[in-house]
């Protein structure tokens, strides 16, 4: 009796198959700012109004690998002025195999912040919790939508050129 997996692809099968293998996540930098703590801390005050932002940028490196950062901020604010900002840029070092280099782009800017996402997304909470705040959890980010309305964007100004 052998342990041959009848439904396992063979290695050459595989060889061209989509992959993407994280080899690195890292902050590379993070900023909160708390300005008015303590008197911002004190309960029974209003909720504060939200602004977040997102960015993401790849490249790819000398060694055939991608970076691929990943910046999020948060600023909550109310009528009087600054509650906290959060800035955080992460990032990762990704090796992408069997991916035409037409849709490299794609993954660098959509799959790839999708890994790093959950990861990020504790960072803010913890940090803000840390400043004295309830955890600020992040909702998930559609970053399909985003690269696809960037996408649009940058064809529309090339347009109009």
Known sequence: MTDIDAGAAAPEETADAP???ILAQFIRDLSFENPRAPESLRGGVAQPQIDLGVEMNARGRDDGFYEVDMKLSAAAKRDD??????????????????????????????????????????IIADVTSDGGY?????????????????????????GHA
């Open 134 to 158: 309830p955890p600020f959890l992040l909702d998930p980010i559609d970053f399909a939508s985003i690269y696809s309305a960037r996408k649009a964007q940058a064809e529309q100004q090339v």
């Open 81 to 122: 002025g600054a509650v906290f900002v959060v800035e955080l840029l992460y990032g990762g070092v990704f090796q992408i195999t069997g991916v035409g280099p037409e849709d490299v782009e794609m993954v660098l800017l959509i799959e790839c912040p999708r890994y790093l996402f959950p990861f990020a997304r504790r």
């Open 19 to 21: 992959g993407i293998r």
